[in-house]
């Protein structure tokens, strides 16, 4: 028989858990942001969370985690909670249910037993889609970047609108906007896929000052030599390249351009894509129709894959070849979190129109070229190709995303903690309550036991 009070007990371990973790991770907290390539803390950049994300932040940091995973870690987080759920399943059905009392039936046949385990199981991995749903599609408040110096910026080479085919039907410009400036950009360009149908509605609605707000900048995402690339500036720059279909940019009319006196065109690698293939801006080894920089960071669970797990070639190449490193969002409308931002630094970029920002921010490119951006992401651990580190991916992620929570996130994180000791201490009282009331009654109208004759 179970002792007086350990049901009541056991409901609090889950609230005392997290309060455990949360005033444990203290001690060695680390920052949530950080240079990606050093590896170490950015001290311009810190987190700026509103206060409706403190509020939720339980809920919306799991989120974040979430769409911060590559495609490897949400394979390992699916694995680890099927092997979790089997586990729980095998030990309910093993314990014996509390006060029964063995009875002479017949057991469930076992088609009705595993019919009944089957819906169990749909059950929870509808609720999971349900989760991972409502992490892309509702809409939420978002972690940005807050910078300490007036003359630095924060810039998104990558985005989309419902203008790309992948795009989300109602991510209008005015939504793209929108969600960069939730996400603390500065500046951001509008890349869709083979049109510049998202410039054309992004352009009008800037601010005349590029320090008034968000600045939408004109680009698109097309294919040099076969690989995703990302143009910068006024189409009039590139449209002569382009196929009929504006899908593929011929590198050989823009060399021919360049060599007659034009301005050099200015291209960003797109990852995911073969790192082998890229062809840098420039002479002895480059080409005139070659990049300025390339993808160290990009949203996409694929392109996060290939920058976490390539993230030591990117680096190199980006040293011998004097790439620019940059972050893209790739944002297409699906998902409230910024998993890295380029920060650059303009002297004067707020005073200056739209049209001066777009051309000093290609300027500071070709001119400092690897020196040109800081790329500050969001701290999340990755395997590194190790099986044992990915086997552990969900204890992982769980310590290190307690060890970076803000000051503020801590305590929201406590007080939804004691809530819930609060909820749960007051349900077991309840029970208990009931079951004595219960057993008094049963005792009041027993009948009185004979005695033996």
Known sequence: MRAPGTGRRRRLWGPLAVMALVIGSAPVAVSPLRDAALRGTFPDAVPAQPLGYLLGAPLFGVWDTLTLLTVSQHYAVLGTLVLLYVAWRLVAGRRPVAGARPVAARPPSLTRHL????????????????????????????????????????????????HSHDGWSLFTAARNR?????????????TDHY?????DEALPANPARAGDGTVLLSGMEVRLRGRHTNI????????????????????????AATERGAPPPTMLYALP?????????????????????????????RGLEQGRSQ?????????????????????HGWGRTV???????????????????????????????????????????????????????????????????TLAERLSWLV????????????????????????????AGAPPARGRR
Request: proline share 6%; net charge neutral; aromatic share 8%.
């Open 339 to 405: 998993p890295a931002w380029s920060v650059m630094r303009i002297p004067g970029w707020r005073e200056m129109s739209p049209d001066e920002l777009g051309r000093a921010i290609e300027e500071t490119l070709h001119r400092e070229r690897r020196r040109a951006v800081t790329v500050v992401e969001r701290r999340i651990p990755y395997h590194d190709g190790s099986a044992v580190a990915l086997a552990a991916t969900v204890p992982v992620l769980a310590w290190e995303h307690f060890r970076a929570l």
């Open 115 to 162: 019919a009944l385990e089957l819906l169990r199981a749909l059950a929870a991995l509808t609720a999971l889609l349900a989760f991972y749903a409502a992490a892309a599609l509702i809409p939420r408040p978002m972690t940005a970047i807050r910078l300490t110096s007036p003359d630095l910026l924060a810039v998104n080479f990558h985005s989309h609108t419902n």
């Open 416 to 443: 939804w903690a004691a809530l819930w000791m609060a909820v749960r201490a007051r349900a077991g009282a309840a029970a208990g309550r009931g079951g004595r009331q219960g057993g008094s009654r049963a005792s």
């Open 232 to 255: 910068l500036g006024d189409r009039s720059r590139y449209v002569f390249a382009l196929d009929s279909t504006w899908h593929h940019l011929d590198p050989d009319s823009i060399a």
């Open 178 to 190: 929108a969600w960069h400036e939730a996400g603390g950009f500065d500046a951001a360009y509008v």
């Open 195 to 199: 049109t510049w149908a998202g410039v």
């Open 311 to 331: 993230r030591g070639e990117i680096l190199a190449l980006a040293d011998s070849m004097d790439l620019a490193l940059v972050a893209g969002t790739n944002v």
């Open 273 to 301: 894509g073969a790192l082998d293939q890229i062809v840098p801006l420039g002479s002895p080894h480059g080409s005139p129709a070659g990049v300025v920089g390339v993808e160290l960071s990009d949203g996409a669970p």
